[in-house]
């Protein structure tokens, strides 16, 4: 009866309604577009700041900003009042965050560093071109940053003024519409538009991810002379039960509530008039909205205001069933447990069970924040009785339970659910010349546990009982304790897993925590196809053994060296010799080195000036390496010099036989200023070196059409979001190239491998949506900038590295620039590196499936291939349920997997 009530609540919250969208956006059509829509007043001829009296009283209103590193709606008090005259825009920003006399307000200088102190930041783009942005910055003193599109030497002929009082401050700036070479904009002319300020918190209006390329931009549109406009003062934190927006509207204002999920489906609707006292109510009763879209009418169905808000309630009913259905299947395994086990797994399931406890019975937020810890506290503890109840099953008798995972996800090795699952074997599925793991995870229910260790048999071919002549090791996973990032809001800071110690192959386990042992299966090029079997045996000290099958099937090809992807990751000896001091040698040095091309890395680096050894770049290239840096180029560089010391360098590497994989890098993330510098020293390269390609970051988002770069470079390198597949398209009709690449940027919702983001993203990464997406190369700059630790890893599961990048009082990511770790022996792979190299792996068998597509379709038979070309076809389109866009793709390793499988059995099919 108790089990009935709890899917009738189920049933309540999860039902959608029957109707759809009709909204789109820049974020994603189910998202609706941040516009505003602003009045034109009479011509103003002096700066007011008292925001209650005219001219301001009558401006557009928006607030309901985003709190970026945390990824929600933001508790600051802050708005931004906008209208528009004859001759100017103007903004007025208010913010109650801080009392004027403890504002962060230093800088003085025009165009200083504003943002290191509290300032209020407007991104302003005329054409709507979403890369060739104004940027007017101001702090409470009134220092003003301006910039034109990333000309930083540009200033406008903006007024600010400011005023501070004991709730916060106000910041009013005029700016002429001749600073943006135009007249008065007609009515209904749309511009790009967003504000917010980076310091405190990082607020934005819409949500973007740097200073330099946001992803997108708001609207403004210019209503005219007779708009009465929206005034919106409150946005709270949307969330499960009632909501209230506050504005300030002429009476008939129109609005209309769309809940949506994370699948494009409205959950909820609601249209009606904002009530006499401006406050918009509504309830929401389902935990699957993933973000509420806003509209703000007049009586004839004009739009004065329309944005998006993130929900706030976290998503709990859809893990109830399983979280009963475990319960269940530990209530009739119970005769197995141990006695001191058993009456611990009979109180958790009578808790359980007695639903009506901790299952909400009034809709308010704090109590469905409540209810969501609840029910995480009963999923980790329920979730180590059910794996211990399953291996009973499986081995009575056995004193720790033992569940798999995926290495594309992380297991948590405290205060966190196990996410896996219980079999008694597992099957490794890969190509020849390739890696693929599995996780075991230990997880002692009732005790603590011994020497915990993974043993692994010999591993033979099932039919003739020959020897698996690959390699299947087993290794514990590490953990490290990250600090709070400043970038990004990983939603837990504590352990998390990511070195993989080689070294350690057993560690005491305590009570309730998932320590993971990461089983790698590495093929050779002569491996024959065939499924091999052998057996994994858990053991620990004074405990019955726990044994799994393990099968390794192996396809019939295999993978070249290296990747048709090429990369550019910087690797320094340099920061890694430190770490060993007269440990150093040549053998240790090569160690690393192969270790960069086993992951189907190139040997490479960026940033550097000095010459790389043509010996070991002719090394790198006998192992698949299909590019490496000359040196890093700047600003202080002159042609001349520049081409007398590559013609040096190039005589060495053409000797070696490796010039033909030589590009030349620099003017790393440069600016608009720096532009005509870069094109002089690229032309005078080019007319010495014509067949080296030149590589650069410069943020020049139109590729060089409108900055005169189009024939400087042949490389370009944008970050993710800002990658344009028709662009690149364009580029490569030209022969160029587009790469692209992350570093502390993009952050969630983009993918990218910092030590908090799940696995499966570095994996999609490099595989799949690189794929998809049609690019080049990767590009990230550092792998080892170890700078904020001095010894390496000895012991684990609980290391003593420390993860942050930036300082160890103010850490702005975790594992930026560090994708793997010094051992004692040599370097440590992570978590994060075995998901890059399985996705280059990933990228493999795409490529080699579109190169087997395109034999079969010149073939004579083709006509009996035809089928199985059409399906390779949509498969290297990459679906949407694999990769949808840069920010809507597969958290789903068995997702990942099935398709995967499916295009190996079209490579066997077509080979």
């Not at 196809?529 to 004074?542: E, L, M, N, Q």
Request: net charge negative.
């Amino acid at each position: 009866m108790k089990d009935l009530r709890l899917f009738v609540i189920l049933a309540v919250f999860i039902v959608p309604v029957a109707a759809s969208a009709e909204v789109t956006g820049l974020w994603d059509e189910s998202y609706a577009p941040h516009v505003v829509v602003i009045p034109k007043l009479p011509t103003c001829l002096e700066i007011q700041t008292n925001l209650d009296e005219f001219p301001w009283t009558e401006a557009a209103i928006i607030t309901g900003t985003f709190d970026v590193r945390h990824m929600e709606a933001s508790t600051y008090a802050l708005w931004c009042r906008l209208f528009y005259d004859d001759r100017a825009l103007w903004l007025a920003y208010r913010c109650n965050a801080t009392p004027g006399k403890n504002l962060g307000a230093s800088v003085t200088e025009r165009d200083g560093r504003v943002t290191k102190d509290d300032d209020v930041e407007y991104f302003i783009d005329p054409d709507r071109s979403q890369y060739y942005f104004y940027k007017f910055f101001t702090n409470s003193l009134g220092t003003l940053f301006d910039s034109k599109r990333a000309l930083k030497s540009w200033d406008s002929s903006a007024e600010v003024k400011t005023v501070t009082d004991e709730l916060g401050w106000t910041a009013v700036m005029r700016i002429p519409f001749a600073d943006f070479e135009r007249s008065v904009p007609r009515d209904g002319s749309e511009w790009g538009f967003n504000f917010g300020t980076q310091t405190g918190r990082t607020n934005f209006w819409v949500p973007i991810h740097g200073h330099e390329t946001p992803e997108k931009l708001g609207t403004i549109v210019f209503g005219g002379e007779n708009l009465r406009p929206a005034q919106l003062m409150k946005v709270p934190r949307i969330g499960i039960g009632e909501n209230t927006l506050e504005t300030q509207c002429d009476r008939g204002i129109r609005y209309s509530i769309e809940a949506m999920d994370g699948n494009k489906r409205c959950l909820f609707r609601r249209r009606g008039r904002v009530a006499e006292d401006g406050s918009i109510r509504f309830t929401l009763k389902s935990d699957q909205i993933d973000h509420v879209n806003i509209v703000l009418s007049d009586v004839h169905g004009n739009k004065h205001l329309s944005f998006w808000s993130l929900f706030h309630s976290p998503a709990v009913t859809n893990r109830l069933p399983a979280l009963l259905s475990k319960a269940k299947e530990v209530r009739r395994r119970l005769a197995l447990f141990p006695e001191d086990a058993k009456m611990q797994a009979e109180r958790l399931v009578r808790q359980i069970q007695s639903s009506q406890s901790w299952i909400p019975t009034d809709l308010t937020q704090k109590e469905w924040i409540h209810f969501s810890e609840t029910v995480q506290q009963f999923e980790r503890q329920l979730g180590e009785a059910f794996v211990y109840a399953k291996t009973l099953q499986r081995v009575p008798g056995a004193q720790f339970g033992v569940g798999l995972e995926s290495p594309m996800r992380k297991v948590m090795i405290r205060d966190l659910p196990f996410e896996g699952y219980v079999a008694d074997s597992y099957r490794v599925k890969l190509a020849g010349n390739e890696h693929e793991g599995v996780q075991v995870v230990v997880i002692p229910f009732h005790r603590d546990i011994e020497n915990a260790s993974v043993r692994i048999s010999d591993v033979k071919h099932a039919v003739t009982g020959a020897a698996f002549n690959g390699k299947v090791t087993a290794s514990l996973v590490g953990h490290v304790m990250t600090e709070e990032p400043g970038l990004y809001n990983p939603g837990y800071t504590g352990w998390y897993p990511d070195p993989i110690l080689d070294f350690q192959q057993s560690a005491s386990v305590a009570k309730g925590e998932h320590v993971s042992f990461w089983i790698d299966v590495a093929t050779q090029k002569d491996t024959q196809p065939g499924i091999y079997k052998g057996t994994i045996t858990v053991s620990a000290d004074g405990c019955k053994s726990v044994p799994l099958a393990l099968e390794v099937e192996v396809w019939d090809f295999v993978l070249p060296d290296g990747t048709h992807l090429k990369t550019a990751f910087t690797y320094s000896e340099a920061l890694s010799k430190r770490f060993y001091k007269k440990q150093w040698s040549d053998e240790l040095s090569m160690k690393y080195y192969d270790f960069l091309l086993d992951h189907r890395l190139n040997i490479d680096s960026l940033y550097y000036s000095y010459e790389r050894d043509p010996e070991l770049m002719k090394y790198g290239k006998s192992r698949g390496m299909n590019a490496f840096n000359l040196f890093y180029f700047k600003g202080n560089d002159t042609p001349k010099e520049l081409v007398k010391e590559i013609r040096i360098r190039m005589e060495r590497l053409e000797k070696a036989g490796v010039d033909d994989i030589v590009y030349f890098y620099g003017f790393d993330e440069c600016d608009e200023d720096q532009f005509d510098k870069l094109r002089e020293i690229c032309d005078g390269v080019h007319e010495s070196f014509p067949n080296l390609p030149i590589s650069t970051t410069s943020y020049d988002t139109s590729f060089g059409l409108s900055t005169g770069l189009r024939n400087a470079i042949d490389w370009w390198v944008p970050l993710t979001p800002k990658y344009d597949l028709e662009k690149a398209r364009a580029l490569r009709k030209e022969g160029k190239q587009m790469w692209w690449y992350t570093c502390c940027a993009p952050t969630n919702p983009y993918a990218n491998w910092f030590v908090e983001d799940p696995a499966i993203e570095a994996r999609l990464l490099m595989g799949a949506m690189s794929f998809k997406y049609e690019v080049d190369g990767f590009l990230y700059f550092f792998t080892n900038l170890w700078e904020l630790c001095d010894t390496p890893i000895t012991s684990g599961p609980y290391t003593d590295w420390f993860p942050g990048s930036g300082g160890k009082d103010r850490v702005y990511a975790n594992g930026d620039g560090s994708i793997f770790c010094p051992g004692p022996d040599g370097p440590l792979t992570t978590i994060r590196m075995e998901n890059i190299r399985d996705g280059l792996d990933d990228y493999e068998y795409l490529h080699m499936l579109s190169e087997l597509v395109r034999k079969a379709e010149q073939a004579p038979d083709r006509a009996s291939k035809a089928e199985d070309v059409r399906r390779a076809k949509e498969l290297l389109a990459v679906p949407d349920s694999v990769v949808e866009t840069m920010i809507r793709f597969t958290e789903s390793p068995e997702i990942l997997e099935d398709f995967r499988q499916e295009v190996a059995a079209l490579i066997q099919q077509l080979k």
